[in-house]
C-alpha cells in the first residue's frame, strides 16, 4: 500500500521506448543529463501554448543532437514560413554549444494522449470552470476517441475550499498492473489565485500483443504489409493436420473385438444359469413326493417325553 510506480516507467522497455537515446561515459554522464532537462524546460518555456505532448532527444558520435516535439498543434511551433523552428533552433545551438536538429511530429487523437488531457483540464480550471464538468467532458471525448477506460485525479483546494482535498472520475477499466496494458500516464499543475491544484490521467487504450511488437519493425522496413501477414496462416494450416486424430482411432479399432467375445461369453454363462434353473424344477417334484419322511421325527420326539417322565 502506498508504493506508487510510474506507469511509464513501469513499462519502459516491453513496448515504451526511452525518451532519451543517447550514450555517454561516466565522466560526461552528469553534464549531458542537465543538458537534456535544460532543454526540455525551455522549449515547453517557449512553447506552452503548443500542446507539447513529449520531447524525445537523440545524440549521434559527431555531437549533434536531434530533437522531436510531439504536438497536437503543429503550426505553432513551426511558425510563419518556420520562422520560430529556425529561431529556438538557433537559439538551442548559442545555450549548448552542439548543433541541433529539430523534427515535429504532430498528434493526430490529442484527446487520447494523457499529458494533452491533463494540460487541457488544468487550462480550464484556471479559467475558473467546475473542476468536475471539466474531467467528465474529458472523459466522454477521450471514450469516444476510442479508449478502453480513463482515470482522472484532481487534487488541491477545489473550488478555493480552506481544506484542500482529491477526487476522481473514472469510466472503464484501467489495468495498472498488467505490463502489456498500453496505458499513457500525463500530469499538469493549475494554478490559480488559491493555489496549485494537480491534475493526473491516465488513458488505458488497448493490450499490446508480442506478435505485433516483433511485426511492428519489419512492417516499417518494408512497405507492402500484405506479404508480411501472408505467410503466417499457412505456416498454421501447415501445423494443422498433423493434429487430426486419425491416429487416435486406430488403437479404438482392436478393443472393440474382444468387447464382442466377451458379450458372447457373457451371453453363454447367462444362458447356462438358465438352463440349470431349468432342471431342477423337475427335481424337485419328487422331493415335494418324499415329504411323509419329515414324519418320522415326530415319532422320535415321543419317546424323548416318555424319558423325561
Avoid at 45 to 64: C, D, F, P, V, W
Avoid at 178 to 185: Q, S
Avoid at 280 to 291: L, N, V
Wanted: contains cysteine.
Amino acid at each position: 500500500m502506498g508504493h506508487k510506480v510510474h506507469p511509464n516507467g513501469f513499462r519502459l522497455g516491453v513496448y515504451r521506448p526511452w525518451e532519451a537515446n543517447w550514450f555517454a561515459v561516466d565522466k560526461d554522464y552528469t553534464k549531458l543529463l542537465h543538458e537534456d532537462l535544460e532543454m526540455r524546460r525551455v522549449i515547453l518555456k517557449r512553447l506552452h501554448n503548443a500542446g507539447i505532448a513529449k520531447i524525445e532527444t537523440e545524440r549521434s558520435s559527431n555531437a549533434q543532437m536531434t530533437v522531436t516535439i510531439h504536438t497536437a498543434k503543429p503550426g505553432i511551433v513551426i511558425g510563419k514560413g518556420g520562422a520560430s523552428v529556425d529561431q529556438l533552433r538557433e537559439d538551442l545551438e548559442k545555450r549548448f554549444g552542439n548543433r541541433v536538429r529539430i523534427s515535429i511530429q504532430e498528434i493526430k487523437q490529442p484527446e487520447l494522449d494523457a499529458q494533452l488531457v491533463a494540460e487541457n483540464i488544468a487550462s480550464q480550471i484556471e479559467r475558473r470552470i467546475s473542476y468536475k464538468r471539466a474531467m467528465k467532458q474529458s472523459i466522454l471525448r477521450t471514450m469516444r476517441s476510442g479508449a478502453k477506460g480513463v482515470r482522472i485525479y484532481c487534487g488541491g483546494r477545489l473550488r478555493g475550499a480552506e481544506m484542500a482535498r482529491r477526487e476522481q472520475d473514472r469510466e472503464g477499466r484501467v489495468p495498472l498492473h498488467t505490463l502489456r496494458a498500453d496505458i499513457d500516464f500525463g500530469r499538469a499543475t493549475a494554478k490559480t489565485t488559491f493555489g496549485a491544484i494537480g491534475v493526473k490521467v491516465w488513458v488505458y487504450k488497448d493490450n499490446v500483443s508480442p506478435a505485433a511488437r516483433r511485426v511492428a519493425p519489419v512492417a516499417e522496413e518494408s512497405a507492402p504489409i500484405a506479404e508480411i501477414i501472408a505467410p503466417q496462416p499457412e505456416i498454421v494450416e501447415a501445423v494443422a493436420p498433423p493434429v487430426t486424430p486419425v491416429e487416435v482411432a486406430a488403437p479404438e479399432a482392436p478393443p472393440e473385438r474382444p468387447k464382442r467375445t466377451r458379450t458372447a461369453a457373457a451371453t453363454a454363462t447367462a444362458a447356462a444359469p438358465k438352463a440349470a434353473a431349468a432342471r431342477p424344477k423337475t427335481a424337485t417334484k419328487p422331493r415335494t413326493a418324499a415329504a411323509p419322511k419329515a414324519k418320522a421325527p415326530a415319532k422320535k420326539t415321543t419317546p424323548r417325553k416318555k424319558a423325561d417322565a
